[in-house]
């Protein structure tokens, strides 16, 4: 194999699929992207066994060939090699060597033959949705994904598609969810729950299009804009049922400026030893108080709002609300506590909760 090829556009490319690569592979293989030259293009793939990215790009191809390199190493190459020009060339069964100006990294490879045969399932139904629009949803919601795999049905985002015409995007750990919808053009009835990992992946590069197009056929899931694609296989266990704890009680809610709300918990928690800790907040007429304490210090925190129909005085994991707060756009946010031991509960507009919505429950303080 001999190609060469501009060093931006080829950092550009590896990064989509770099963040798949196995960390801790049980084989060597998965460490490795898969690099090929042929058709005028250099392509790129790599697979963890569950989630898998593939990719092109136009390169100068003097040699078609394949070979695999180890992912993280050619990554900081490519990324600390001058601007411009970078080739790249097998020496021989076990080595290939990166050129660019001024200087050369030879690197050992694998057998371009021991690579997993990526799966390319061929029955997918295909819609299509703006990037941007989901890009927005898995942001939206990614934060609030839980990382117990002895939970294995809280380890995704669930993409309910049970709505005509709506595409809503839900997650929780079991101490809080996040839930958020768009409008879409779609008749097909179904509903799934991506990992966490390939929701993230998916972020890199759907930007690159206005339009992308995803799909599910047999326990897979597959993303592609054209270019590049990602193909993941789905969590195989079944996702809670969310709109039983979808909250139906929005009293006490309180408009307030989402900027003002999140720097005063941002400086409540830096006096928190653990930030996962917990933060009192009173709501009172015409006030909101927050408050932290722990053997490091003391915070007080107080934010004018409208007066309420009566006071409270309930804790919250302050990291949560964080979270929360910071996928907001807009400058106002709703802000609901029917009581002490009922959950909070944030959205953007009170005329469509479900634009938005976010729940977080009380802890104990």
């Known amino acids: 194999m001999n190609l060469s090829v501009d060093k931006k556009l080829f950092y550009k490319y590896l990064s989509y699929v770099q963040g798949i690569v196995d960390t801790r592979p049980t084989m060597l293989i998965l460490s490795h992207i898969l ?5 005028g293009k250099m392509f790129l793939s790599s697979t963890d066994l569950e989630s898998s990215v593939y990719t092109s790009f136009p390169a100068n191809i003097k040699e078609e060939g394949r070979v695999c390199l180890p992912a993280k190493k050619l990554l900081e190459v490519i990324e600390k090699t001058p601007e411009g020009e970078v080739q790249i060339r097998t020496i021989n069964d076990t080595q290939a060597e990166i050129d660019y100006k001024k200087g050369k990294t030879k690197i050992k490879t694998q057998n371009a033959d021991d690579f997993p045969q990526i799966p390319k399932p061929d029955d997918f139904v295909y819609r299509a949705i703006k990037s941007e629009k989901l890009e927005n949803l898995i942001k939206k919601t990614s934060y609030c994904v839980g990382g117990d795999e002895l939970r294995k049905n809280l380890t995704g985002i669930f993409f309910d598609m049970t709505q005509n015409g709506k595409l809503r995007l839900v997650a929780t ?5 996040s839930l958020t919808e768009e409008d879409i053009e779609n008749n097909i009835v179904e509903s799934f729950t991506l990992p966490k990992r390939a929701s993230q992946e998916i972020r890199k590069f759907i930007k690159d299009s206005e339009i992308i197009n995803i799909g599910v056929g047999k326990n897979f899931f597959i993303c592609d804009d054209g270019q590049t ?4 296989r789905l969590v195989d266990v079944k996702f809670p049922d969310y709109k039983q704890v979808l909250p139906t009680n929005f009293n006490n809610t309180i408009k307030i400026e989402k900027k003002q709300m999140l720097e005063a918990l941002q400086r409540a928690a830096v006096v928190l030893q653990d930030k996962n800790r917990g933060v009192k907040i009173y709501i009172g007429e015409n006030k909101m108080e927050i408050r932290a304490i722990s053997d490091d ?4 925190e107080e934010i004018p709002i409208n007066k309420l129909t009566e006071s409270l005085d309930v804790g919250f994991n302050v990291k949560y609300l964080i979270d929360a707060l910071g996928t907001y756009e ?6 609901s506590v029917g009581d ?3 959950p909070a509960c944030i959205f953007a507009n009170e005329d469509d909760r479900f634009k938005q919505l976010s729940v977080v429950m009380p802890m104990r303080v």
Do not use: P, T, Y
């Open 340 to 342: 002490e031991v009922s």
């Open 297 to 300: 210090g003391e915070a007080l």
């Open 35 to 39: 690099l090929e030259a042929k058709e």
């Open 229 to 232: 694609s990602l193909l993941a």
């Open 173 to 177: 750990d079991g101490h809080r969810m």
């Open 330 to 335: 807009g400058e106002e946010i709703c802000f």
